[in-house]
């Protein structure tokens, strides 16, 4: 019988053990995505990871689709949820966060193999899996970076033990236990993301310490990172920063007022990426303030506010936690400033180097600061910034300026130009993440970056040159 292509790859297809896993696999403890201990938890992920190491590509896809398709209704909830519990951020910002986590994240894709032929044959530097990861998540985008580092994870190859922060545990363990689910709907194995049941600190440190943890990705402030680089393994650091942001005397201002207000009031400035100190040139520092007003932007701007201001949100103790991802409105009115309406941010401006600038925030309050020139105007970008080597942005006209600055910066997202969520593909090209890898090097992380660059050489076979 004359068989065509057509149906020799529906054949093919047809032999689900070629593209997909035919059993179930459960794990043997019987217990599925959250664990009383972390050790239970670790061991069930390596369990997961030992039957997905031996699944085709196509596995990893269809857990990726699987995830996308199964918690796309979802994401309201998700965002309400996550709101509700940390009191921080507003929910509409956060739906979009979510959507961009889990559309906008790459999968399998990702994974581009390199390969050199010659005389001598050919070799290959493939992206292969670190076996079970431990991630760190933060509170400030608690399921935006699990649904983010689950696709990027698992199309690596990997499986996850999460530790969640403790202040979003509910919404976390709850966005875990509904992906395990969604992946095992897919491909049949459980356990391939795993978290404890009541995470803590204490649990965070069990899991950075536990042997079958192959590499640490950290989500959150400086304190943890440092934790976690101590441990010896191999880490993934995705810290703190104090994205400054230069608007220079060529800029279009109207388009930079429209941008930084979109950048900055973004979840009420809780992204790592949001914009948190203004850095302008002299000349056009009223008119960019008054862009920042025509954008919903409030302006305080008699000493008595400022002072009032400044009190509220800074303390002897450093920022004032309960301001942190406060909207506009509560803040101006703890601070004793009235206030009518909902404003979108609050602009004031201080000197180069007030506490203000130099700390970051995580809280629509955008302080100002005037330069003299744009050569001032980067000095003070480069202190604001403070060697995080995470964010920064720059609008100019003059590509010289920007092209220095850009260099000068070193920061591993530099945005030109736009608002600074451009920097994670959101209304902009390029892909989205929720964990910018910083003092370690990695930046903008997607699959590859949670994966091992593995050589692969068949001597003198394989040049058809
Ligand atoms: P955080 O540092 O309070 O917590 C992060 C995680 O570390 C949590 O899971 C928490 O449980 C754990 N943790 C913190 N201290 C610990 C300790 N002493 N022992 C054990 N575990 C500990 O961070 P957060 O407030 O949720 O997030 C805000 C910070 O994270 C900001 O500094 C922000 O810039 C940073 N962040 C960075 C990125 C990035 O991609 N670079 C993304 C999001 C947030």
């Keep these: 019988m004359n068989k065509n292509v057509e149906s020799i790859v529906a054949e093919i297809l047809g032999q689900s053990s070629v593209f997909e896993s035919t059993t179930a696999r459960v794990s043997s403890s019987g217990d599925y995505a959250s664990f009383a201990d972390v050790d239970s938890a670790i061991a069930a992920a390596k369990e997961a990871f030992n039957t997905f190491n031996q699944q085709p590509l196509a596995s990893r896809q269809k857990a990726i689709e699987g995830i996308k398709s199964g918690l796309a209704g979802f994401i309201e909830k998700l965002s309400e949820d996550a709101h509700v519990e940390t009191g921080m951020g507003n929910i509409a910002d956060k739906i979009n966060k979510n959507k961009a986590a889990l559309f906008n994240t790459p999968g399998v894709e990702d994974l581009e193999t390199r390969a050199i032929t010659g005389d001598g044959g050919i070799t290959l530097f493939e992206y292969a899996p670190y076996g079970v990861i431990g991630s760190i998540t933060p509170s400030t985008n608690p399921t935006e970076t699990i649904i983010n580092n689950t696709i990027s994870m698992i199309a690596a190859g990997n499986t996850i033990c999460y530790s969640p922060h403790p202040g979003a545990a509910k919404v976390s363990i709850w966005t875990i236990e509904k992906i395990e689910q969604l992946i095992f709907d897919a491909i049949g194995i459980r356990n391939m993301i795993v978290c404890v049941k009541q995470p803590s600190f204490d649990s965070t440190k069990a899991m950075m310490s536990n042997p079958d943890i192959a590499l640490l990705a950290v989500t959150g ?85 400022i002072s009032k201001l400044k009190q509220a949100v800074l303390t002897e103790k450093g920022v004032n936690k309960d301001y942190i991802g406060k909207s506009p409105r509560t803040i101006l009115e703890g601070a004793g400033i009235a206030v009518s309406g909902e404003p979108r941010l609050v602009v004031v401006e201080v000197a180069k180097d007030d506490p203000l600038m130099m700390r970051e925030q995580l809280m629509p309050v955008l302080p100002v600061a005037r330069t003299t020139d744009f050569d001032d105007a980067l000095a003070t970008a480069l202190n604001v910034e403070g060697g995080c080597l995470h964010t920064a942005a720059m609008h100019s006209q003059n590509v010289s300026r920007l092209n220095k600055a850009a260099k000068a910066m070193r920061t591993s997202i530099f945005v030109k130009n736009g608002p600074s969520f451009a920097g994670i593909g959101v209304g902009s090209d390029g892909f989205t993440t929720f964990t910018i890898a910083t003092p370690t090097g990695e930046g903008t992380t997607s699959a590859r970056s949670f994966a091992r660059l593995r050589r692969c050489v068949l001597n003198e076979a394989f040049n058809i040159r």
């Design 221 to 305: 402030g400086p304190g943890i990172v440092k934790m976690a680089m101590q441990t010896g393994k191999k880490v993934i650091g995705a810290g703190e920063g104090n994205p400054p942001v230069i608007v220079d005397e060529t800029a279009d201002i109207a388009k930079a007022g429209a941008d930084i207000v979109a950048g900055a009031s973004l979840d009420y400035n809780l992204p790592c990426i949001a914009e948190k100190a203004v850095v302008v040139v002299d000349s056009v520092a009223d008119k960019l303030l008054t862009e920042f007003t025509k954008n919903g932007a409030f302006w305080v701007n008699n000493p008595a506010d």
